[in-house]
């Protein structure tokens, strides 16, 4: 190996036969292993004869650990950046590490794997030419609010990672931000033994949780249908006819209610909407 270099080595997300026979050959070669969690790449080297120095790189050492790795490519040692799983820098520690690897010219060299990002895409058969990827969304707040607010008015693929105690209030929440009638695949546990991949519309994915068809296990990741001129403005357009109907059939409140059920839409902006068109109601024309 190159002395001075630091790899980043894609590592399988599930299935160890998956590791390419490139990443063996990096990882027996390189001086030092730095890993995120040891214990877990012990495993994987383990199974395919290599038994090579590592240290931990994880989220709450990476500062620190990325100056000792920095000192050691200095020195002219080659250095192997794997995660748990998939690739390094994907929703897990390592793009500090390189960020910094560049600012001091040294070189960086990508020997890649796999990525639950991308075989999640292509087992989705959702076609699209964007992707926007927002990895785990924060857990509340008003920056969750904000991402899922702006990812459902952008057009491509939405693509989001979970964990299996946040599915369901993530799903909740696409729900009120995208609609009910947005399109998503959701592929958990991929390449594993209970891999599965199924796709929903968000209310008929919010139903199968609530009645327990739908397991919640494993490691998901969220593909949603992008924005499109069609399903779009017809959920405005929707919003403005059902908010005609209800208002004369309903109070206030209830009319409302059932619109934000209906149309997905958020409760904020159907109270707007409903409070200028029960106006309109009781003024009546401007000529009147």
Known sequence: MAGGTLYVVGTP??????ISIRAIDILKG??????????????????VGISKKTISHHL??????????????RQGKSVALISDSGTPGISDPGCLLVSRAHQENIKV???????AL????????????MVTFHGFLPSKGRAR?????????MCGLQVFFEAPH?????????????????LISVSK??????????RFTLRSLVKAIESGDFEVRGEFVLVLEGRTKGNNDRSSDNLSQFLDVLLSEFPLKKAVQLAVKLTGKHRKEVYRLALTKKSELVEGPEDA
């Open 166 to 182: 946040r599915l369901e209030g993530t799903v909740r929440d696409l729900e009120r931000a995208f609609g009910f009638d947005r």
């Open 118 to 129: 991308t075989a999640a895409l292509s087992i989705s058969g959702i076609s699209a030419k």
């Open 109 to 115: 060299a990508t020997i890649p794997g796999a990525s």
């Open 13 to 18: 997300i599930g299935n160890l036969g998956d």
């Open 30 to 47: 390189v001086d030092i292993i730095a890993a995120e969690d040891t214990r877990v790449s012990r495993k994987l080297l383990e199974s």
């Open 145 to 153: 609010k904000e991402i899922l607010s702006l990812s459902s008015k």
């Open 60 to 73: 709450h050492n990476e500062a620190q650990s990325a100056d000792g790795i920095l000192l050691l490519l």
């Open 189 to 198: 546990e991929l390449t594993k033994l209970y891999e599965f991949t199924g």
